[in-house]
């Protein structure tokens, strides 16, 4: 069979269709190259803009009506940085505040970000540092004044709380309970957020609706201010107002971890007007720390009042946390703005991120219930529709029963919804807020850790046997940035949420063909669906009905695990299974669900809570923590202030000294002077690649023998020959020819709305083992699976993101050597083709590939790495008991079928997945 050509260098053209390896005609049907589809760049338009014909990638944005002046502005207003400027100018100081120099105020940075008070001070009186260094401050109380004089931000508050027991001592008194309260005012802390400046190019002000179609059949719901609750509350506002959606998340949180029962209970708040990518990293202080709730012993109570005064000193509290919205919240607040205007501001409650415990807990009812719905506790399992708690209903029955008045109709309601009888509870007086409706998905608890590692990988392991499913995890195929679990999964003790990630990525895998009912594996696939749908950065309706799918699917097969006795006890009255019901509806209502991930607490808990409980000294260590806090805060801020100076952001107005003395009613005054900002969304990045520093061989002159053997690739010599000769080279390679290589290739992937746009570097290793050496372990060969472009037809695939692709094993990365006088624009790679994409395999839903053949050999081509899309993983086909000899290092080599997994991160389940919706490389 004669070998296909390559397409020559003038034509290796992304555009054009590049040419169709060659197969084994008995495994792979005749096929034929047609021409790609170009992908447009995906833009924002408005609905005005719209022609006869929906152009692909487009956005249609519907603006909330003008007549409502959603986010008018009502002149200018400094910024939270103008007005230290502003005061620094007015008093006569310098940029840089207390410090003297730059040098000065990175030093002091240094020292309050990683050494303790007292190290401080023995490092200050150092005489290398007094005599060659000489800060201005000497001793531990002037460094800590010089951080004190920097500009302040929210104050903190304290409320004595006194508890007076049940339980009577020997005295015949009641015992007590003294609790503290330490708190920010939250109406303060938005004001703040709003007016920073860091936050200018990432703040929203209205509400918008995003359409994939000019007809606004496939809506797309992303950022908060694409859902619609934002939409719903702007519409019962007055003219002019802008709203400020208020997300909430609480968690207590261990702090002494070896010995103590030391705890804190952290509550945080950002606002919905920042965009999630932004809000979600701890590093950009979009979320800041309103308080701490006291973590009592309730020692003074009886075992049947300890629990409910918990739940009634968590509402107290809240209420006095929460006291300054309700007034802001019924006739708004004045504000600066991020963009240096002044608006109207109403900060609204709309979200609550919490675990499931801590939402029965804000909703007053019992752990078993549900938070959301009146669904009876044991039609959990059910699948079936329950109407949803009413606030007022819920109130009404709360404030009967606290009055002792309820009928007998109302105390039968009161206990089939599992009320708890708080009154009254934090968020009765919170204007706009629905609180049963403000509970967002939780990914972390609810899915990775509830349903998936609780409860799925649970049944499948009393199904398959710890030791098979071990043997699995163990044997499992290498993907760049998955971990590899080479002891198996049961004997991990602790579990984090990156590591539930990874068992969701291969999962599949791992139980498809070990279980003769095939209801187990789709079970599986319908729940590992789902999460990774959820996860997705942006949503459509279609993908939100495939989100409902993916969850019908699980209640379609879930009472084979029932069946196989897989689980104990025998029902699926499961809240955190039942909580999945909502999670549709909830998107709709407040966006895509990671912009409410309780991954974030987790991660503030460390920066808010354990960092600032290990700066004190152990003892009445909450006042201790606000302090070190503040003193971080203002670090943090005067960082950003220093920059934004830097950048020469900050154009002072020749009668700034007006400006500053002027009143807030003169300030905010004339409101019907408005100004509408478009948005315009910036076309995607061009896909490049990186093959190493300054495109230089990374290991030079290695024998063509030692990559046969050590990148196991039998053929390379032949395709190597096979490539010169296409270009009328008359030179022979030689087993001794030295060849230049490339350790991975770097890709950047195209910016899609499904996948967050800092995740795009993919990349493709071709690595050869490392020996042993002295103490360090040899690393066996990492050799990965891409996605090549061919420009073959395939019926299976046209239409779909998946056209003209192919995958391939990269098992080398090169250059030619200059002796073959043979020159490319680009480095080249040797790759082992595998079958074409067939049919889905109805029982997984995944695509199966198996090594491509050649006149009974593998069969390996060189390709231009510019061909290369992206990297893919493959899983082995186990089959009911998987082979023993089989390892990590040898399944590649060994195992015939493989099913090319979607799961590996979102651009490739947007890819496989979404392949009709979606054009993603």
Not at 241 to 255: E, G
Not at 466 to 472: L, N, Q, S, V
Not at 694 to 721: C, D, K, S, W, Y
Not at 898 to 903: A, E, L, M, N, Q
Request: negative net charge; contains cysteine; proline residues 7%.
């Amino acid at each position: 069979m004669n070998n296909v050509p390559e397409a020559s260098d003038d034509e290796m053209d992304v555009d054009m269709p590049l040419p169709l390896p060659e197969v084994d005609p008995q495994e792979d049907p005749e096929l034929e190259a047609p021409d790609p589809d170009a992908c447009p760049p995906r833009r924002r338009a408005t609905i005005e803009e719209v022609e006869d014909e929906d152009a692909p990638g487009h956005i249609f944005a519907k603006s909330f009506p003008s007549i409502k002046q959603a986010g008018a502005t009502f002149g200018d207003a400094p910024t939270t940085f103008e007005a230290i400027r502003d005061d620094q100018i007015l008093r006569g100081s310098e940029v840089l505040g207390p410090f003297e120099s730059e040098d000065e105020w990175e030093l002091a940075k240094w020292l309050i970000k990683n050494v303790g008070h007292n190290q401080a001070d023995l490092f200050l009186k150092l005489p290398i540092i007094q005599q060659r260094v000489d800060p201005t401050f000497t001793t531990k109380d002037k460094f800590l004044g010089a951080i004190d004089s920097l500009p302040g931000g929210v104050g903190w508050n304290l409320h004595n709380i006194h508890l007076k027991g049940d339980i009577v001592n020997e005295d015949g008194d009641f015992l007590t309970e003294d609790l503290e309260l330490w708190w920010r005012d939250p109406v303060e802390c938005i004001r703040e957020l709003m007016g920073n400046p860091i936050f200018r190019d990432v703040m929203r002000f209205t509400p918008e609706q995003l359409f994939e179609d000019s007809g606004g059949k496939e809506k797309i719901v992303d950022e908060m201010w694409t859902a619609g609750w934002w939409w719903k509350i702007q519409e019962l506002l007055p003219e002019g107002a802008t709203i400020a959606p208020i997300i909430l998340s609480s968690d207590k949180t261990r702090l002494s971890q070896f010995w103590g029962d030391k705890s804190a209970w952290p509550v945080y708040l950002t606002i919905g007007n920042i965009s999630k990518d932004v809000r979600r990293e701890a590093s950009s202080h979009a979320t800041v720390l309103v308080g701490y709730l006291p973590v009592g012993k309730f020692g003074c109570f009886s075992d049947k009042a300890k629990q409910f005064e918990r739940y009634r000193t968590f509402h107290h509290c809240m209420g006095i946390m929460t006291n300054s919205l309700v007034e802001a919240g019924k006739s708004g607040v004045d504000m600066a703005c991020a963009d240096g205007k002044a608006r109207w501001v109403w900060p609204i409650l709309a979200a609550y991120v919490a675990d499931y415990p801590e939402q029965c807990l804000v909703a007053c009812c019992m752990e078993n219930r549900c938070p959301i719905c009146k669904v009876h506790p044991e039609r959990r399992g059910s699948h079936e529709d329950s109407p949803l708690r009413s606030e007022r209903e819920t109130l009404e029955l709360l404030g009967k029963q606290h009055t002792n008045q309820c009928t007998a109709e109302e105390k039968t309601k009161f206990t089939e919804q599992g009320i708890r009888p708080i009154f009254p509870p934090f968020w009765a007086r919170l204007p706009f807020t629905s609180i049963f409706q403000a509970f967002t998905p939780d990914l972390l608890h609810q899915l990775h850790k509830g349903v998936f590692k609780d409860h799925l990988v649970k049944w499948c392991t009393n199904l398959m046997g710890e030791k098979e499913i071990d043997a699995r995890f163990k044997s499992m195929t290498a993907h760049p940035g998955l971990r590899h679990f080479k002891n198996g999964i049961s004997s991990v003790s602790q579990w984090t949420g990156t590591e539930h990630k990874a068992m969701e990525r291969v999962f599949i895998g791992i139980v498809a063909g070990a279980i003769p009912d095939a209801r187990v594996t789709q079970a599986i696939r319908s729940i590992t669906d789902f999460i990774f749908l959820l996860s997705l950065q942006s949503h459509t309706s279609s993908t939100l009905a495939a989100l409902s799918e993916a969850f019908d699917g699980f209640h379609t097969y879930k009472d084979v695990f029932l069946e196989l006795e897989a689980r104990n006890p025998a029902h699926f009255n499961i809240p955190k299974i039942h909580a999945m019901k909502h999670y549709v509806s909830l998107i709709q209502v407040f966006g895509s669900a990671d912009g409410f991930n309780t991954e974030s607490p987790e991660r503030l808990h460390i920066d808010y809570a354990k960092n600032a409980y290990r700066a004190s000294s152990k003892k009445d260590y909450t006042i201790q923590m606000t302090h070190w806090l503040r003193r971080q805060e203002a670090v943090d801020r005067f960082t950003h202030y220093l920059d934004w100076i830097k950048n020469g952001e900050f154009q002072p107005d020749k009668d700034f000294r007006q400006r500053v003395q002027l009143q807030a009613t003169e300030l905010y005054a004339n409101r019907d002077h408005t100004t509408l900002v478009p948005s315009i969304s910036a076309p995607p990045p061009v896909p490049t690649y990186q093959i190493a520093k300054h495109h230089a061989p990374e290991v030079r002159g290695v024998l063509a023998t030692t990559i046969t053997i050590n990148h196991h690739a039998t053929q390379f010599l032949a395709a190597v020959g096979d490539f010169l000769r296409l270009r009328g080279s008359p030179i022979t390679p030689l087993p001794c020819d030295g060849f230049n290589l490339f350790k991975r290739l770097t890709l950047t992937l195209p910016i899609i709305p499904q996948a967050s746009p800092k995740d795009l570097a993919n990349i493709v290793h071709a690595t050869p083992p490392v020996a042993p050496r002295a103490r360090t372990h040899g690393e066996p060969a990492h050799l990965d699976f891409a996605l090549i472009r061919t420009g073959e037809r395939n019926d299976k695939t046209k239409g779909t993101a998946l056209e003209g692709l192919r995958i391939a094993h990269v098992r080398v990365l090169f250059a030619l050597p200059s002796v073959y006088r043979v020159q490319t624009p680009h480095p080249l790679a040797y790759v082992e083709w595998f079958t074409p994409f067939n049919t889905v395999d109805p029982i997984t839903g995944l695509y199966t590939v198996k090594p491509s053949t050649r006149n009974r050999h593998v069969y390996g081509e060189i390709i231009s790495i510019d061909r290369i899309v992206r990297n893919c993983h493959l899983l082995p086909k186990f089959g009911r008991r998987k082979d023993t000899s089989w390892t990590t290092e040898n399944v590649v080599n060994r195992c015939k079928v493989f099913y090319v997994s979607p799961y590996s991160d979102a651009h490739m389940f947007s890819l496989l997945k979404l392949r009709r919706r979606i054009h993603p490389c």
